[in-house]
């Protein structure tokens, strides 16, 4: 499959926007969010409004390609649905037992006044209030949805026809375009996406299908966004310093 210029032109845009442009983007964005969170009670909603803003910009912008490339389409892109209902719940509930034990363990090491491993990374992404978990919320639900079409599904089928890659290295270069658009989480935030990214990509490549990595890519956020512990002010501020 060979892209036409048209389709190259979206797709070079959008890979440098992925590559470069919004990992920059995204540390100056929650640099400025752990500065004003304290002061500016509106400053964690605004964040976020504006990361889901993007996100499903970047999604539409996919979707755009996928509509002016004649050889390609929304199954082309994992937009299909293969998975058996019997493995869907399976991987659900498989979830919902890990991360029961991880909220379990995680809350009684917080509250012994230990620190949540990888928190560091992420500390001001943990809402405070009835309105931020919403803001959350949301935006771990449209990453599910719109990182798995854009960095999954669309990069890896723009690596295989517009760079003549094979799937395996387009998925990979794929995922370090979605790792580098972590920047804002540093090296132990970054790793730990890396592990999550590849996982979520295996199982895309298994499957075929973005349904699997969607679900799973969503809960692993509202897991992490809603059911991990929130330190103490004095606690965060410790975190961020270090």
Known sequence: MSFTPLTLVLSGVLVGYLAVVSPLIGKRTYDKLARSRDRDPMAYRRTYAFWCAELWVLAAVALLVVAVEPGLDAAGIGLVIKEPPSEVLGVIVGFLVAATVSVIVFRRLAARGGSVPGQEAVVHLLPRTTAERWCAAGLAVTAGVTEEIVYRGLLIAVGMGALGLSEEV????????????????????????????????????????????????????????????????ESARELVGN
């Open 170 to 233: 387009a998925a990979l270069a794929a995922l370090a375009v979605f790792v580098a658009g972590h920047l804002y989480q540093g090296w132990r935030g970054m790793f730990a996406v890396t592990l999550i990214g590849f996982a979520l990509t295996a199982l895309y490549l298994r499957t075929g299908s973005l349904l699997l990595p969607i679900l799973l890519h969503a809960l692993i956020d509202l897991r992490g966004l809603l059911l991990s512990p929130n330190p103490r002010r």
